[in-house]
């Protein structure tokens, strides 16, 4: 149950964090994002005059930059889809953790319940009363005062048989000086 919390807390802080991000990039981008097709076009023309025409020297390494630098600004742009992807991930991952979570609290809750009856019915078997809360102990102390609450030990619950102590455990006696 800890390390589903931890993974919960985990999960959503990182949901946070990219979300300030995507919010970061966004503010950065301003509606550069329909032109990924494009850019994508472009690319593909420049590579394509690259390799079919005759080019100078110099008129090549520029459109080779070109293509480089449309490169880069292509994958600034799939960041920020990877990054909400991730986000939707994310967002799938919490909701799951926070599903086996309650669901595990509720599996708990009902043990502990379960527990609880099966406490009864011990008690009830050994004659033993329960101890009341100590709010109701401090209301009845002025009627009974210096009474030690009853607890259930092992030893009321269990039967201890012990053995039988062999002679061979004799104690040695010891020489006379």
Do not use: C, W
Not at 102 to 119: I, R
Request: no cysteine; aromatic share 2%; hydrophobic share 35%.
């Amino acid at each position: 149950m800890r390390d589903s919390q931890r993974r919960l807390a985990y999960k959503m802080a990182e949901q946070e964090a990219i979300g300030k991000l995507i919010e970061m990039e966004k503010k950065k981008d301003k509606g550069n994002r329909e032109n990924i097709g494009k850019l994508k076009r472009m690319r593909h023309s420049l590579e394509f005059k690259i390799s079919t025409e005759a080019l100078s020297l110099a008129q090549e390494k520029m459109m080779v930059r070109k293509v480089g630098e449309i490169n880069a600004q292509i994958e600034e742009l799939l960041k920020m889809d990877r990054l909400e992807r991730k986000k939707g991930l994310v967002s799938k991952d919490v909701e799951t953790y926070q599903k086996t979570l309650s669901e595990v609290v509720a599996q708990v809750t009902e043990l502990d319940g379960k527990l609880d009856a099966l406490y009864s019915e011990i008690r009830k078997a050994l004659g033993v009363h329960r101890r009341k809360p100590k709010t109701a102990m401090h209301k009845e102390e002025g009627s009974r005062p210096h009474q030690k609450p009853q607890d259930i030990n092992l030893e009321d619950i269990v039967v201890i048989k012990k053995k039988d102590v062999k002679e061979s455990a004799r104690p040695v006696e010891q020489p006379e000086m």
